[in-house]
């Protein structure tokens, strides 16, 4: 089946590293993505993977992918109170119909 | 360049009457899709479409509930009969592909409140 689990809350100081982890169960996933929604606000999307990678980096922000424990992070360096928001880790699975299956969103507190 | 489109961005109707939601997808794309998110949940995918064709309902209720993205105009979300658990917001994504990596657009969500 199709499921992806996030932990729903992290707290972190201004200026440490932030990271989040994501679970997901359909090992057919080609690409799996990071979403950031502000408060009132849709999704941006933040950065994302293809299946066949390890790792990512963009800028401040790093994605680890562990296919064979079905486990992706991101990772926030330098972390801003601007960065404050909930993040959701998505998957598309190897369906053609570009679905994405979401994870429940993770709150990310950033105290100054 | 202007973005994904939804509106209203706020809707209010009584148990029993109908909610139309409004998504314009971004410029030269011809796929949207629409998620819905209940409080304190992620998004759960309803449906995605293509100019005229509904590709994939999988995830709409089976009654009440209707999508459709003519060849002209806005994609639309109707929902009929609504109910309280109907209460959510309503994102619209829109792609200029479906295959290989497609990033969906999404717009800002219409909130709909059924008192």
């Known amino acids: 089946g199709e499921d992806v689990e996030q932990s729903l809350f992290l707290s972190v100081r201004e200026g440490d590293s932030s990271v989040i982890n994501c679970t997901y169960t359909?090992?057919?996933?080609?690409?799996l993505y990071w979403y950031k929604q502000e408060p009132g606000a849709g999704l941006q999307l933040l950065t994302y993977?293809?299946?066949?990678?390890d790792m990512k980096q963009d800028q401040r922000l790093t994605v680890l992918l562990n296919k064979k424990d079905k486990h992706l992070s991101l990772r926030i360096a330098d972390t801003q109170t601007g960065d404050s928001a909930i993040y959701f880790c998505a998957e598309r699975t190897s369906s053609n119909t570009g679905k994405l299956i979401f994870g429940q969103g993770t709150t990310l507190q950033v105290k100054p | 360049n202007a973005g994904v489109m939804q509106n209203p961005r706020h809707l209010v109707r009584r148990r029993g009457q109908e909610a139309r939601l409004r998504c314009s997808p971004m410029?030269?794309?011809?796929?949207v899709y629409w998620y819905r998110q209940l409080p304190e949940e992620g998004l759960k995918f309803m449906v995605y479409?293509?100019?005229?064709?509904?590709?994939?309902e999988s995830g709409m209720p089976k009654e009440r509930f209707s999508a459709e993205f003519p060849k002209e105009g806005p994609s639309i979300l109707r929902i009929q009969q609504v109910v309280r658990g109907d209460s959510a917001a309503y994102f619209c994504a829109s792609s200029s592909r479906s295959s290989s990596y497609n990033e969906q657009f999404f717009g800002p969500g219409t909130r709909l409140t059924v008192l």
């Open positions: 479409l293509q100019k005229e064709n509904i590709i994939d």
């Open positions: 410029k030269g794309h011809s796929h």
């Open positions: 359909d090992s057919s996933s080609t690409y």
């Open positions: 993977i293809f299946s066949n990678m």
